[in-house]
């Protein structure tokens, strides 16, 4: 032992006998406690307990037969926390005072008339050793005793550390913060509702041996940093700006069905190569698909932003990392989940969003040519279909109340954000401090992430603990306990204990290979490159590509061998426009291939969904790793259509830029597929023929072909491969839990902070770099994580003492 080692008090004397006599405690005659010092690593904890079961063994004695020993038993030495730099590590907020510190033990036992072996007060007992006053030194044991719990704060010692032998730290129960007062502000949020005080944060802190975390608000008359921001299509003026529209577009079509009815017509029908012809036929569609376009924008927010809403809701519920989805559906088939999240007026105006998709080929048969003899001359004139008109005219109603419900839903609910969480920097921002990273551990492996993690109540706001004066903003559980990662070395295999489930050993001796096993799975190429979408593995694609150059080449070879559709066809149904202006074979021709080009349409919105959502991911996966702007902070999913082309094509992620692109040019085949096909009267035989306008035939022909050949580019190299799903918050986080990203960002109030950290801000507009640096690179790969452990995820390429990430992708598919 070296000199600088603390040392270890033993006092060692013999036993001495009590007993009661004449309601006084008489002692034998014993000898004088010898004390002597030793040298051990750990210091010792004692309580209360320690004293009872002395004074209780020592009673149980009946005869001064051998000589015993008594060594204070060593305490634990929690896990020591790194501490980073105050700029790094504290935000710039109003700061509580530094906790007090513990209050020292206090040992108190009575004597109860009811046990005859309680030990009186130390100060009312009489010394053991006849004519000399030892109750110094037993003073002076104490405090060297208690002396660890000054630091590590009380704790009652298990009969396993009174014999010296360690024991696993059992949790305690969580801290109940005091109720409020009634001058709590109204404004806070319930369950959360507290204002700490030092004089409560140092009641709190003694009664916390463990460290939690504890919501906090500004005190009365104070604010902090400016919170419940709203993305910008979930803004009241924006969703306006979209209601409006749409009310316009009601009142077009009920001036259209009112007008038409009563005038015999809109307006007289003069062919189908002139500007009345694309009004009636092409315009109405194109409308409609801009206010679709336009709502899956703001779908898209909602996904994304719905979790942090409900964390800030006092009704929180416990499984949002796991249910809410964060990546935009309801396309082909509509989402149903938010009724599964108990969601339900959130899942009723998405099924009216879904619904709305099928005004496109209604609008396309909306206004049909009807031949008016009761309104002088006998011609031809435009009119609308009352059938069709009134149905679109309640779908737009049921659409003009989901918005409204939107607009009060997210003008009054406090979303607790500072902004809109659109990368994974932001996620790493709002996890960086939580106390819900803990239970990840070995989920980056799993094929589904939500059923191995915990349902929890989760809170966006600020936060402190009960150890630390700090406050911080972020995501946390309310009085969990914060489990600080350290680098700690592996034991080795033959110290780990057998019940462990990190033991590894072989099957004849009936042992687990746990961490064995998850040390494989993080090297394992099938599990590194196990995950992709059904509609983009191999098999789906090989199908979607055949069918698609199948019916290309169908469509192609019906449409202009022996002049089809110039010469005109058999419309095979009635077409008369009767008085309501309703033509079986006009709406036949017109809505049929209308919902045809929408089921290609919304076929594809999946595909650009996930090239999006998957192209940070992908640029994390080039061993050479990626810059911050290329995986960090890249936001494609909540970038509006067509500017993701932009921003794609700056980004040199082409593949992007041309699915994102095909989305759009693919809202042009419903449009055009509506409007080409009318139904014509030939005067020289007197037939009627289904007729298509070549002009814009031609065009929907090179659009549907563009669309079956963009089959061939979509399949996805191996790069755009992932373990499991990235829909969910719980799904992105299980690859950043151990990550040391989550130690760098502690220090973030507004995104500007954000990107300057991650990219450097500039100090003019001369250009220059306030922070000359070279610039970090991230990777996707086998990281050594905050615990010393390897981990499959994302951190930085290289980092000083742990090396470079191991990134496996290679030129493969």
Known sequence: MTSEQPQLLSVRCKPVQLWRKSSTLTHTAATRPQISRTQSHQSSAITGEYFSDYASEVSSQRSDQSEASYETPPSRISTPVVQLPPSDSEMTLPQR??????????????????????????????????????LQFIRFALDQLTRDEDVLGGRESTADELKGQPTRPVPSPPIQAPAPTAATPAGVREPFRRIITPPMLSALRRSAPDET????????????????????????????LYLSVCLLFLAGLIFSNVYALRHHGLYDYDGYTNPRYFVCQYLPQLLGMILILWLFYIEAAVYRSAPYFSMSNARSQDRILQDFRTTAANFLLPDLRWFKIREPLLGIAFLIFWLFNFTVPLLSCLYQSQWVTDDGDARWRWTTAQDVGWVLVALLVLLILAIVYCIIRFARADSALMWDPTSIADLVVLFSRSNVAQYFERTEVMEEVGP?????????????TSQRPDIFYGVGGDNALVKRISIEPAAPPNEKEPNSQESSFDVERQRYSYDSSFTRNIHSPFVRYRWVPWFLRDISIIIWAVLAMLLLIAFLVISFVNRAVQDGFDPLLPSITGNSGFSSSNFLYSFLPTLLGMILFLSWQPIDVYFRAAQPFANLADPTGASAERSLLLSYEASPPLWVTVEAIFNRDYKVAYVSFVSVLSSLIPILAGGV??????????????????????ALCVFVAIYALSFLVIWPRRQRYLPHSIITIADRLSFLYSSGLLSEFWNIRTKADLVGRL???????TGEWREKRPRARYAFGVYTGRDGKEHLGIDRLSRPGSGEMLVTTGTQR
């Open 97 to 134: 005072p530094d906790a007090a510190r513990p209050a020292r033990l206090q040992i108190r036992t009575t004597a109860q008339a009811g046990n005859p072996r309680a030990l009186p007060n130390l100060d009312d007992m009489s010394p053991p050793t006849p004519g000399i006053d030892d």
């Open 452 to 464: 191995h993690i915990p349902s929890m109540s989760l809170m966006l706001g600020y936060w402190t």
């Open 759 to 765: 990219v450097g801000t500039p100090a003019s507009l």
């Open 677 to 698: 096909f009318t139904a014509q009267l030939f005067r020289e035989s007197g037939d009627v023929r289904m007729v298509a306008s070549m002009p814009g035939y031609i």
């Open 213 to 240: 975390m504890l919501a906090v608000s500004p005190p009365e008359g104070q604010s902090w940093a400016d919170l419940g921001y709203k993305p910008l299509p979930l803004r009241p003026w924006f969703l306006g």
